[in-house]
């Protein structure tokens, strides 16, 4: 059993050697203001989602931590077979606590009124992930200690930094039913892996149209794997050839065209400027898996993964935008 500072008993706690490797992948899901947290011994596990018809999923792993302590609420010295705690908490509080100590200057660090992302700056997507991790951009390198008492107790982060202790203890809500969205892996029909930054920068070029769906289509024949976007100001494509250059797996065995909404796979936009590939997945149901590989200084890699429900469409309508989304059933 761990404890915390006042002798208090833990049932979680971990400590970080940089608040900033944390911030950055947790960051890429920060589209909403909650997150479902999941401790388990493997590590923690964010999720969060829009609409239940997009989620977003990040993973920190217990490598990320020099030191990682999990005790089941139901063991009693013997093996834990308890169910792993889980609760919500503020993403958005999180977030800004783990960056107290890395905001030297506000202007044009994140955020940009002229960036259609909503604070993915250009020298971020230029950058790649060099720029996402760069200590002169987050300026975190201090020690973070995060802990969890049990069931109606708050998450509590102390960040230390060169003498200075900021301790913040997040208020935890009851979870709430969400089941992930199921992905058929056994039945794919299509795998792409290609560099996030080309995706990115795809779906950048395709936002000057102000778009309200994107189309990913595709086919074992040329034009392989093309983007559509179509909005109020007109309609784009985006081709993508076969070469294994661009394109670093391709598996797609039939013709596949599925519609999403745009601002959905928007919302992943940071995690295509921070990683350096991304496996693009979509199952017979037309869910699609965007898998990005985030690589860390000295840390390896870690992986964000978000999921989405596809448009319903009928051949020949128009406008699409009023549509319902289709249902995650298997």
């Known amino acids: 059993m761990a404890f915390d500072s006042g002798g208090h008993a833990q049932m979680f706690s971990a400590v970080s050697s940089s608040a900033k490797q944390l911030y950055s992948l947790l960051r890429c899901i920060g589209f909403a203001p909650k997150a479902q947290v999941q401790i388990t011994n493997e590590g923690l596990r964010f999720t969060v989602e829009e609409s239940r018809v997009m989620q977003g999923f990040a993973f920190l792993e217990k490598a990320l931590f020099t030191s ?3 005790v089941s609420p139901d063991s009693e010295g013997g093996e834990a077979d308890g169910e792993p705690p889980t609760f919500q908490i503020s993403l958005s509080a999180l977030l800004e606590t783990l960056q107290i100590f890395g905001v030297n200057d506000s202007k044009g660090r994140w955020a940009s009124r ?8 250009g020298s971020l997507s230029r950058g790649g992930r060099a720029a996402a991790f760069d200590n002169r951009v987050l300026g975190m390198a201090g020690v973070c200690r995060l802990s969890y008492g049990g069931i109606g107790e708050p998450f509590c982060i102390i960040l230390e930094e060169t003498g200075v202790t900021t301790t913040c203890e997040l208020v935890t809500y009851e979870p709430e039913t969400q089941e992930d969205i199921p992905l058929q892996r056994d039945a794919l029909a299509q795998k792409i892996i290609m560099r996030a930054s080309w995706l990115f920068d795809a779906i950048t070029e395709l936002s000057s149209t102000s778009p ?3 189309t990913i289509t595709a086919s074992p024949t040329a034009p392989y794997f093309t983007l559509s976007a179509a909005g109020h100001l007109g309609s784009a494509t985006v081709e993508f050839s076969k070469d294994s250059q661009l394109l670093e797996t391709f598996q797609v065995p039939r013709h596949t065209v599925n519609t999403y909404k745009y ?7 940071r995690a295509m400027a921070a990683a350096s590939k991304v496996s693009i997945r979509g199952d017979e149901q037309g869910v699609l898996s965007l898998q990005f590989m985030i690589e860390l200084e000295g840390e390896g890699v870690s992986f964000v993964d978000f999921r989405f429900v596809p448009l319903l469409t009928e051949a020949g309508e128009e406008d699409e935008e009023g549509e319902e989304l289709g249902d995650t059933e298997d």
């Open 68 to 70: 990682f302590t999990y």
């Open 114 to 121: 002229d960036d259609s992302y909503g604070g993915v700056t």
């Open 212 to 214: 309200s769906r994107l």
């Open 263 to 269: 601002s959905l796979i928007k919302n992943a936009a």
